[in-house]
């Protein structure tokens, strides 16, 4: 063997046997390195929660079927809760609370979508008539309330009828409604009494007496009798009474024309 290679052969031992006697201080080295690494990446983690803990929401995103609720509800129900406005800090149950508590609202749901969003999604019932003048009803029967100033836009029924009564008292006003839809007549009002006695009054303000048994066949005799009441150019139907066995009792008024006065010009003599 030459020298050249067993020259090469030592030194390559000698290298080995080197890196060997420094191995540890190099895995010190390296630990030292990884540590340092992981408190950087975990101060910079802590900021960052720290920041987005004590920033406040910027986007809020409002969806759903609203007829009432505004922006301006959503904001005070925010302020209501007391808490921070930050994404860590809104508590959405809470939240959820306090915008249930408007008597409009139906469902709500709040989710919050990180770092700084907070979509709500808002149902409002939908009313389908005014009960006793106080409240509205949904189509469920549910009553609820609405301020006065939000319902401009609402034409809606008139029910009437004893406290508890709410669902069967619109169980039957929408069957009887139905009915009178189908011939082109629409109402105005409908009431039962405590005795359960119906009174209609239609969109022409014809008032319906109809008692509280054979209802839908009494529409069905008024449906069949109405033609014949038409023709009375000079009196209009008051009411019309249909708690007979047959036939039915008319109440008239008379129709009173505003006519102008008619001034009579005096003829002058000639000079």
């Known amino acids: 063997m030459s020298q050249a290679v067993l020259k090469k052969a030592r030194n390559i031992k000698k290298k080995k046997r080197i890196f060997r006697d420094y191995q540890p201080f190099l895995g010190i080295i390296f630990f030292w390195i990884l540590l340092v690494v992981l408190c950087i990446a975990s101060y910079w983690a802590i900021e960052q929660v720290k920041r987005t803990y004590s920033s406040p929401l910027s986007t809020l995103l409002l969806t759903g079927e609203r007829r009432f609720t505004t922006k301006k509800d959503i904001q005070q129900a925010i302020l209501s809760t007391g808490i921070a406005h930050s994404f860590m800090e809104e508590d959405v149950h809470l939240l959820q609370q306090a915008i249930k508590r408007f008597p409009w609202v139906k469902q709500v749901y709040v989710r919050k979508h990180w770092p700084d969003k907070l979509d709500i999604h808002v149902t409002d019932y939908a009313p389908i008539a005014v009960w006793n003048d106080l409240h509205l009803l949904d189509h ?6 609405v301020p006065h100033d939000r319902m401009t836009h609402e034409r809606l029924v008139l029910l009437y009828g004893p406290e508890g009564s709410e669902q069967d008292t619109l169980a039957s006003y929408l069957t009887m409604d139905q009915l ?18 119906w009174q209609l009054i239609l969109d022409n303000e014809i008032r319906l007496e109809i008692g509280k048994v054979h209802m839908m066949s009494r529409l069905k005799r008024f449906i069949e009798l109405y033609p014949f009441f038409e023709n009375h150019p000079d009196q209009r139907i008051d009411y019309i009474d249909l708690r007979y066995k047959n036939g039915a009792a008319v109440h008239w008024s008379p129709i009173f024309v505003e006519t102008q006065p008619v001034q009579m010009q005096s003829k002058k003599s000639p000079p």
Request: hydrophobic content about 40%.
């Open 140 to 145: 469920e029967g549910k009553i609820f309330s």
């Open 180 to 197: 009178l839809s189908a011939h082109q007549f629409h109402l105005k009002m409908a009431e039962m009494n405590a005795r359960r006695s």
